[in-house]
């Protein structure tokens, strides 16, 4: 795939956090082969023994999850998905970006990493939180700096009694259904 690239792996210096060896790097359910997965503080790597590979920065990462479904994929996995386009695709898009009227709708790369060792996953995946929560979005409406007005619970509990004040003689024409 021409978006692979030739470059060094990230190493102590860019905060690494996991490396896992013969791990399958899946982009949009075509294999790319077996490599190295690399889960830095300043990225997410993957190079296979050729040293050939790809990096993913954080800010791009949508979501990341263990998938144990094997209705999903045969394979448990570390699955990430990207607001990106990569692989053969980005050249399509160029074309079908002028058909679509739609501005609001951004590209979308699922990747799939499959460890040999699928009991790494769990070390993987918390790699990937501790590093993720390095790079918050700046978009995020629920980061912890909010300035809004917050809702206080203890002051509307459902609780409250109307205090509205009766005016005097206001129900004396309803009808009683008895």
């Known amino acids: 795939m021409s978006f692979l ?3 060094p792996p990230p190493g102590p210096a860019e905060g690494l ?10 982009l949009n359910g075509k294999g790319l082969g077996t490599g190295t997965l690399y889960i830095a503080e ?16 954080y800010p791009t990462i949508s979501l990341h999850a263990v998938s ?25 898009s160029v ?8 501005d609001d709708v951004e590209p979308i790369t699922e990747f799939r990493f499959v460890p040999s060792d699928k009991s790494a996953l769990e070390a993987m995946f918390t790699a990937m939180c501790e590093c993720q929560a ?24 459902g609780m409250e009694v109307d205090t509205t004040p ?13």
């Not at 956090?17 to 899946?26: H, I, M, N, S, Y």
């Not at 997410?44 to 790809?54: E, H, K, R």
């Not at 980061?143 to 619970?153: A, M, N, P």
């Open 5 to 7: 690239k030739s470059f």
């Open 17 to 26: 956090r996991q490396q896992q060896p013969d791990t399958e790097a899946v």
């Open 42 to 57: 300043s990225r997410l790597s993957w190079l296979d023994g050729s040293g050939l590979g790809f990096s993913l920065e």
């Open 68 to 92: 144990r479904d094997l209705n999903a994929y045969p394979r448990e996995h570390l699955y990430v998905m990207v607001n990106a386009k990569f692989g053969e695709e980005s050249k399509e």
């Open 95 to 102: 074309a079908d970006e002028e058909e679509d009227s739609d």
């Open 134 to 157: 390095l790079h918050p979005d700046p978009e995020d409406e629920d980061s912890d700096d909010y300035d809004g007005d917050e809702y206080d619970v203890e002051a509307h509990d």
């Open 166 to 178: 009766t005016v005097a003689g206001q129900f004396e024409d309803a009808d009683v259904d008895h």
